[in-house]
């Protein structure tokens, strides 16, 4: 049905790099979501109401609930998708992962109640009834929320939304809930147990667990993630397809929203080139990635000496030096200022998140080794965190 009616509704359907597209997709979803939730809702009330089940009518307000998670879903990609202004020159399409938080908020508050409610349930248990429409009902609810799972999932990852991939994994916490919800309902008639209570208990603990988990993958995002490994390595490629640029480092991807990305990052190139040359070539990389990845690109150049042995060799020497300290650390911007009495040698090294050595200490010992190597030499070295 979603391949139908985005055929019918979204113009340039394939084309998921445009943020208008990406628009289009995330209001069909949510309007869809929005009409199937009612109906569940509607069955399951009805059901609840016939067989005096806790379970059925919380899961069946649990469909309610999903249906103003759509309601918020639907409104923050229209949101998101307005232009930017004087007061949001990036853009507005971060409040997709704020209209996420505020779902996973709402999800968090209805487990609660269910749980609320299951205690009561508990303590005290009331006589279900049963009738082949309600086992009917819970059926088709859980087919549909299946169903949901699917195109929600589908959708998600061909449009890059960490809402619409919460969505799913709420569709699907909801399939399996209503399935507990059914095995009670059929223990309760064929043998007796009144296991409602503390079906309602785990349901509502499900529920709450789908809600932390949601809100954790919409924080992440406004916080600011490490950006995707795949993405950085097109980036990687773009940049170093051209024949004048001999490395990058520094790269750091700045997210304001799906199809809102801006990146920087230094380009090495040879320090004896022509530098209107190479700033032509550098506003080339620039307009490719743009027109290539959806993304703002600054890039800054880093002149290196080329062809000279003895800064080669130094280089080389000190990638020893960090090799022996750690396999995990890095170095870029090398080159060498040669005096009469002494000559430094300057670099960056590069250390992960998860390396322990503070960075005085670290910058001593590499000094250290360098020194006791050569007495002339001595290094300049600033530590940079491996961003990505």
């Not at 609320?116 to 349930?121: D, E, G, P, R, V």
């Not at 993958?217 to 097109?234: H, M, N, R, W, Y």
């Not at 300290?325 to 960056?348: E, Q, Y």
Request: proline letters at 4%; glycine letters at 6%.
């Amino acid at each position: 049905m979603i391949a139908l009616l985005s055929r019918l509704f979204i113009k340039d359907a394939s084309n998921v790099q445009q943020p208008s597209v990406r628009q289009a997709y995330g209001v069909l979803c949510g309007a869809v979501g929005i009409f199937l939730n009612l109906c569940l809702f509607a069955g399951k009330f009805i059901a609840g109401a016939l067989s005096n089940s806790i379970a059925i009518t919380a899961d069946a307000f649990n469909n309610l609930s999903d249906a103003g998670s759509s309601i918020i879903t639907l409104i923050g990609f229209r949101m998101a998708g307005q232009k930017p202004d004087p007061d949001h020159p990036f853009g507005h399409g971060r409040i997709e992962y704020i209209s996420g938080l505020l779902v996973s908020i709402l999800i968090i508050l209805m487990g609660f109640e269910l749980l609320k409610s299951s205690f009561t349930k508990i303590i005290h248990p009331e006589e279900l009834a049963f009738s082949p429409v309600i086992i009917v009902i819970l059926t088709v609810s859980i087919l549909v929320k299946c169903y949901m799972y699917l195109y929600n999932r589908r959708i998600g990852k061909k449009i890059n939304s960490a809402a619409m991939s919460a969505t799913a994994a709420d569709s699907l916490s909801d399939s399996i809930a209503t399935a507990v919800v059914l095995v009670s309902t059929l223990t309760a008639h064929f043998s007796g147990l009144a296991i409602d209570g503390w079906c309602g208990l785990a349901v509502g603990l499900f529920i709450c667990y789908s809600g932390f988990n949601a809100a954790k993958d919409t924080i992440s995002p406004l916080l600011g993630q490490a950006p995707d490994k795949e993405f950085v390595q097109q980036v990687n490629d773009i940049v170093m397809a051209h024949e004048g640029i001999l490395g990058i480092h520094d790269l750091i991807v700045h997210n304001y929203g799906p199809g809102r990305v801006l990146i920087s990052l230094h380009a090495e190139v040879p320090a004896d080139g022509n530098i209107l040359t190479l700033h032509d070539m550098i506003d080339t990389v620039e307009h490719e990635l743009r027109s290539t990845l959806s993304c703002h690109a600054v890039i800054h150049m880093d002149p290196i000496c080329v062809n000279d042995e003895e800064t080669e060799r130094l280089k080389e020497l000190v990638k020893g030096y960090l090799w022996e300290i750690s396999a995990a650390l890095t170095m870029h911007d090398f080159r060498i200022v040669t005096g009469p009495t002494h000559t430094n040698l300057i670099f960056d090294v590069v250390t992960p998140y998860d390396f322990t050595m503070p960075d005085e200490d670290l910058i001593k010992l590499i000094n250290d080794k360098i020194h006791a190597g050569n007495s002339r030499y001595f290094a300049v070295i600033d530590v940079d965190k491996q961003l990505v």
